[in-house]
């Protein structure tokens, strides 16, 4: 592409993309990152990192983007669910040209786009770098993931909170990204250690592995909010999702991919893949809130705002706002759950609609109420829902 001089002139760039490239579309999220390469397989990605994604937004840089591609003998195929790339130094200047009036202004959070590639044509100038070590992905469809790059896209998107959670099909993870040791942050292939197991142990360069698993730390790519703390950097995985003020303490707790918390709250237990903690709500330590896999026969839980789960208490149903679940107690949906008729009567004043009658119900009944204390009879073991009497409240100094 030739120098853009003028704002005017980059719109109607745009427009030429759009119109002379056939059926031209937006893409659903992009971006420009860094893959680390297998040791062994070198043409396979171990890992993508991502200084900056777009979803749903700049669907200009998305045209430069496609047309730098294109002047490089790229065409992208449109019905392609995700599109993934390689780029160059060319691929880069192009962008830089096409992005020339804007340049002035790419500075703090203004035009990332043109920092990000700005920033990876120097680095590349100065320092060279590997073939396929760069590229683009664009994700056209939400739909099944089909590669390691379009995969850590959209955990970039939960994780940043560009989306809500359960709110994106991550269906394909699993099968896409590769089993692999983490060492500082590094993925290392399985396969290369058992190779060179011998030579790096004799040479005393066997490297010190941190965990095996597909995916990385949350931590390993994301920079949190200011008053958000994650005391090990174990608990939490990439593709979580924390709201600010979310403190995750040692021991017990842990939060899964695709889970996390909508607010301030205190994490001390086990948020499973695809629970959702509110606003304001405590899950005390070895608490456990089931994931979609865990006995929950397929229906993802979320926990309402200003909610208790006590300590090694087990949650196996949606809660509504200001309820607790006592320590030691496991709420699932088949538990039978008795209800005075003094208590249901206030339950349902603050549950306008539910229409729930009698005095023994399965848990699954009581799903997404509010208000509910559920507690157990230490003489008789029956166990019992009532007005809960309180809302919880977290300690702000914590937070």
């Keep these: 592409m030739e120098i853009i001089q003028t704002t005017d002139a980059f719109k109607a760039l745009i427009e030429n993309i759009k119109t002379d490239t056939p059926n031209y579309k937006d893409p659903l999220a992009f971006g420009i990152c860094r893959v680390d390469l297998g040791q062994l397989n070198i043409d396979k990605t171990l890992q993508a990192t991502y200084p900056l994604i777009n979803w749903d937004e700049n669907f200009g840089s998305a045209a430069i983007f496609i047309r730098a591609l294109a002047e490089q003998g790229v065409e992208i195929d449109f019905s392609q669910n995700e599109v993934v790339c390689n780029i160059n130094l060319e691929f880069l200047k192009s962008s830089l040209n096409a992005f020339t009036p804007y340049s002035d202004e ?66 394909g993870a699993f099968g896409v990204l590769p089993n692999v040791a983490w060492s500082n942050g590094q993925p290392i292939e399985l396969d290369y250690l058992r190779e060179f197991e011998i030579e790096l142990k004799l040479s005393n360069e066997y490297p010190h592995i941190d965990f095996v698993d597909k995916f990385p730390r949350f931590l390993q ?53 695809s629970a959702i903690v509110g606003d304001g709500s405590d899950v005390g330590g070895g608490a456990s809130i089931l994931g979609v896999l865990s006995g929950t026969d397929g229906n993802p839980i979320s926990v309402g705002k200003n909610c208790l789960l006590g300590a090694n208490s087990v949650c196996g149903i949606p809660l509504g706002d200001a309820s607790i679940i006592d320590a030691g107690l496991a709420i699932l ?11 249901l009567k206030k339950i349902k004043e603050v549950n306008s609609g539910i229409s729930i009658e009698g005095e023994i119900f399965k848990g699954k009944q009581l799903a997404g109420l509010n208000g509910l204390h559920f507690r157990q009879n230490s003489s008789t073991g029956e166990i019992t829902a009532s007005r809960s009497t309180r809302e919880v409240k977290l300690n702000a100094e914590l937070h």
Excluded: W
């Excluded at 790519?221 to 593709?239: C, E, W």
């Excluded at 949906?333 to 208590?343: F, L, M, V």
């Design 106 to 171: 790419a500075h703090g959070d203004a035009h990332k786009n043109i920092q990000v590639v700005s920033a990876l044509y120097s680095q590349i100038i100065n320092n060279g770098s590997l073939e396929g070590e760069f590229k683009v992905c664009f994700i056209f469809k939400d739909a099944t993931l089909e590669s390691v790059e379009a995969t850590y896209l959209k955990l970039y998107a939960i994780s940043q909170a560009k989306v809500n959670l359960r709110e994106i099909n991550l269906n």
């Design 333 to 343: 949906e088949g538990t039978k759950i008795g209800i005075y008729p003094a208590e």
């Design 221 to 273: 790519h994301i920079i949190p909010a200011d008053n958000t703390r994650i005391l090990d950097t174990a608990k939490v995985r990439f593709g979580a999702q924390l709201a600010a003020g979310t403190t995750v303490m040692p021991g017990a707790s842990y939060i899964n991919f695709n889970a996390g918390t909508t607010g301030t709250s205190m994490v001390e237990g086990r948020i499973s893949s």
